[in-house]
């Protein structure tokens, strides 16, 4: 039987709030509207999630890894999906090459071995992943134009160019933040000018409003649907929208556990949050809280339910199968993580 309230679940239970999520996909499709923004799956894992994306308008994609690109086409969410991400496996490459005759798919490479890695598995559309700053995936930008050549001798289609500007997310102070955006973003323009072709594509949450003098036409944020309490430190308009609910399932005369813990929440951005009390630290299956001083929420007993806050959503999702979708404490449906894996 359905739940029809959170107080029915089992718990460790993923609560998507409804209206906040509604209301972050709002703020985002005004700022960001249709192609201009390509929402990244890798943040919510959830085909549902991302078929309201595309009710706001969004029909073009970022995904992390094939699984998400194949599960989206599977679903028929989307038509236009971008892997901002390196490939080499030739079997998920074949996967992702058979998805790429009915829907575009387009591939990120860094270098000749990813360039003929994607021409040998028959797909044909690429960009060019640049280092924008960030030590991850991504070619030197000088040499960004060399390799797009060599991608168009192995008669792929160069499209153009990414680079993702992830470390200056959380860059203290707006001013400061947009100041290095712009910066890393020159780079990404020397880039793309060598590259050719008609897409420029960057940014996140964090950097959802410093882009309008940026040389970029697409926007790839993903954590702005759902959030977290390493992003709501940058008073972004976006809301929490997801929480893990737990059960306080005992009690000590300073604190309280509840079961929530390691294997169901996300951890390297910290601690997750509660409202109304601190948490001292988490374990495998376990939260640890003590009420803050001033709060009114001492009065839980045992069995009571609360709600976790997340301190990074992305692996948070992929730690669950299934979340609930809530109004206040009335359980309206429930969606599947289904882009979980690789
Ligand atoms: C390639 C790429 N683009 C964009 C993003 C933006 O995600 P978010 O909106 O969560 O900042 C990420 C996040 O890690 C990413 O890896």
């Known amino acids: 039987m359905q739940p029809r309230t959170t107080s029915q679940l089992a718990t460790p239970a993923l609560l998507i709030d409804l209206d906040a999520l509604n209301g972050n996909l709002r703020t985002m499709s005004l700022r960001h509207p249709g192609t201009k923004l390509r929402p990244h799956t890798k943040a919510h894992k959830c085909t549902n999630l991302a078929n309201l994306q595309s009710q706001y308008g969004h029909k073009t994609f970022t995904c992390a890894t094939p699984r998400e690109i194949i599960g989206m086409a599977a679903a028929g969410v989307g038509q236009d999906y971008l892997l901002a991400n390196e490939v080499v496996d030739p079997n998920r490459l074949s996967a992702l090459a058979k998805v790429s005759q009915s829907a575009r798919v387009t591939l990120a490479v860094d ?28 070619i030197a930008p000088a040499l960004a134009g060399q390799l797009a050549d060599f991608a168009r001798t192995q008669k792929l289609n160069v499209h153009g160019v990414m680079g993702y500007e992830g470390h200056l997310m959380m860059i203290d102070g707006h001013e400061k933040r947009k100041q290095r955006v712009a910066e890393s973003m020159q780079l990404l323009a020397r880039a793309a000018q060598d590259v050719g072709g008609e897409i420029i594509s960057a940014g996140g949450t964090g950097t959802f ?79 640890t809280l003590a009420p803050k001083k001033d709060s009114v929420n001492i009065n839980v007993s045992v069995g009571d339910k609360l709600r976790v806050i997340p301190a990074h959503i992305d692996p948070t999702m992929s730690m669950h199968e299934l979340a609930f979708l809530v109004r206040g404490d009335e359980v309206i449906d429930s ?8």
Request: charged residues 20%; hydrophobic residues 40%.
């Open 111 to 138: 270098s000749e071995t990813t360039v003929m890695a994607a021409a040998r598995a028959g797909l044909r559309d690429v960009l060019i992943d640049v280092n924008v700053g960030l030590p991850r995936c991504g």
């Open 209 to 287: 409003d410093l882009h309008d003098e940026t040389c970029i036409n697409e926007l790839q944020a993903g954590s702005y649907a759902l959030m977290d309490t390493h992003y709501a430190k940058l008073n972004l308009p976006f809301d929490q929208s997801c929480f893990v609910l737990g059960t306080v399932i005992s009690k000590s005369t300073d604190w309280l556990v509840i079961d929530v813990g390691l294997k169901s929440l996300g951890m390297d951005h910290g601690n997750p949050s509660v409202q109304g009390f601190d948490v001292m630290f988490c374990s495998d299956e376990h939260t």
């Open 335 to 342: 969606w599947p993580i289904d882009l979980r894996g690789w």
